[in-house]
Each structure stands twice: as C-alpha cells, then as structure tokens.
C-alpha cells in the first residue's frame, strides 16, 4: 500500500511516465541492483573517506587492503579482475595472468621462479575495444597516516623493473 501511495501521490505524477518508461526498459530487478550498486558505492567512499581523515577511526593497512580488494572500481571502470593480492608473489602473479587474462594454459608459458617479492594488489584493466594489449595497474597500500619515503618509491620501482623484465607479465 505504501508504495500504491507514493505512486498516485500528486506531487509525483510528473514522474510516472518517466517510471513508467524505465520500468519497461530495464525492469524492476535491474533497477532495483543498479540502485543497490549506488548505495554500496557511496558507503565505500564514505568509509574510505573515514579511514583517511578521521585519526578516531583505527585502520590499518590490511583494513584498507580489504576495502580495495572488494571495491577496485574506484580507480576506474575499465578495472575488472584482480588477481593477487596480499600475499601473493610475482611467480604467482605471473601464474595468474597468464592463465586468466590471457587464457594460456600451462603448458603455454614457462613456470620459472620470477620474484618472491609481493605486491599488495594487482588489477586487470581493458583499453578500449580493439586493443591488443591490457591496462594493468599494481597498487601499493600505505596507511594515511605515514609518510611516503624513498624507499616506497623504490619498491614501485623495483615492482616495474619486476614487471618489464617477466615475459608473460610485459604484454
């Protein structure tokens, strides 16, 4: 009945062709999941937000670690796969990609140690359609509250010289 009274509600009419439309295009269940994805979209942001200004709010960098992993779309849509995460290594990695991304089964690529070293996340992009090769993005985790140092910066760089040097990790 409630949702009867919102619909026959005067200060509504002016929407219902408009409902009225999308209901026939999308449906009921794809706009009630589309409406679902918004709101735990916002909630995300907001703890995000929380975790880095808030110094009442405790987290650390496996609390941030969790959130990413479940929310990567925030570093854009075009992110769609994540394949390794915290304690995953480059041979793992590589392991992953190989088999996920480009579809290549064992046999196909060569299963040598590449690294022990860890990235805290690694994530699968697509460029745009017809493209030959993927967007990829690793990202490395540090708690809002310490500052970024030389050594983070080599860590990024060691990760790229990691990356530029494994077949199967450059393509």
């Known amino acids: 009945y409630e949702i009867l009274e919102v619909l026959v509600d005067e200060d509504n009419k002016d929407q219902l062709d408009e409902l009225n ?3 026939k295009k999308y449906g009921l269940k794809n706009i009630l999941g589309t ?3 918004i709101e735990d979209r916002l909630k995300t942001v907001h703890l995000l937000r929380e975790m880095h200004e808030n110094n009442q709010y ?5 609390d941030l670690q969790k959130q990413i992993e479940n929310h990567f779309w925030i570093f ?3 992110y769609h796969l994540m394949l390794c995460a915290e304690e995953d290594d480059f041979t793992k990695l590589r392991e992953l990609y190989q088999s996920e991304v480009l579809k290549k089964n064992k046999q196909e690529y ?3 140690e590449v690294s022990r070293r860890q990235v805290d996340l690694f994530i699968c992009g697509s460029l745009a359609e017809g493209h030959k ?3 990829n993005m ?3 985790i540090k708690h809002p509250d310490k500052n970024i140092n030389y050594g983070n910066f080599r860590q990024i760089e060691d990760y790229s010289r990691i990356i530029n040097k ?3 990790l450059n393509n």
């Open 110 to 112: 060569e299963q040598t």
């Open 166 to 168: 494994t077949d199967g």
């Open 21 to 23: 439309e999308k209901l």
């Open 35 to 37: 409406i679902k994805l």
């Open 58 to 62: 405790y987290c650390d960098e496996s």
């Open 133 to 135: 090769t993927n967007r």
């Open 76 to 78: 854009g849509e075009e």
């Open 138 to 140: 690793v990202v490395e």
